[in-house]
C-alpha cells in the first residue's frame, strides 16, 4: 500500500558529505512523522533524525550538527543532509513514515530497503 524508496547512499571519505532522500508513494491520505534510521554491522537499528508534519525535528546526539533532515509534504519526501561523515557513521540508513493509508483509520510504520552508507577513513 506504500512504498518508501531512498536514494542518495555511496561511499565518501570521512569528512566528506552525502544527501540521502526517500519518496513515499502508493496510498497515502496523510503522514505524520518521517525520520532516518540506521543499522551497522553486528549493530542495533538506532534513530538518526525525525520530523514531524509541523517542521519539528528530532536528532540523535551522534549527529546533531553534523546532520539535518528536512521534508516535502507536497512530494512525501524526506532528505538527509549529512555532513563531516566520520567511519563510524558507516551503516545501512532505513527511512521510515507514520502513514495513514486512504480509507484506513490507524496510523501505521513502513520502511524502506535501505541505502548503504560507506565512509573510509
Known amino acids: 500500500q506504500v512504498q518508501l524508496v531512498e536514494s542518495g547512499g555511496g561511499l565518501v571519505q570521512a569528512g566528506g558529505s552525502l544527501r540521502l532522500s526517500c519518496a513515499a508513494s502508493g496510498s497515502i491520505f496523510s503522514i505524520s512523522t518521517m525520520g532516518w534510521y540506521r543499522q551497522a554491522p553486528g549493530k542495533q537499528r538506532e534513530l538518526v533524525a525525525t520530523?514531524?508534519?509541523?517542521?519539528?525535528?528530532n536528532y540523535a546526539d551522534s549527529v546533531k550538527g553534523r546532520c539535518t533532515i528536512s521534508r516535502d509534504n507536497a512530494k512525501n519526501t524526506v532528505y538527509l543532509q549529512m555532513n563531516s561523515l566520520k567511519p563510524e557513521d558507516t551503516a545501512v540508513y532505513y527511512c521510515?513514515?507514520?502513514?495513514?493509508?486512504?480509507?484506513?483509520?490507524?496510523?501505521?510504520?513502513?520502511w524502506g530497503q535501505g541505502t548503504q552508507v560507506t565512509v573510509s577513513s
Open positions: 521510515n513514515s507514520h502513514t495513514v493509508v486512504h480509507g484506513g483509520v490507524f496510523e501505521y510504520d513502513y
Open positions: 520530523i514531524f508534519s509541523s517542521g519539528s525535528t
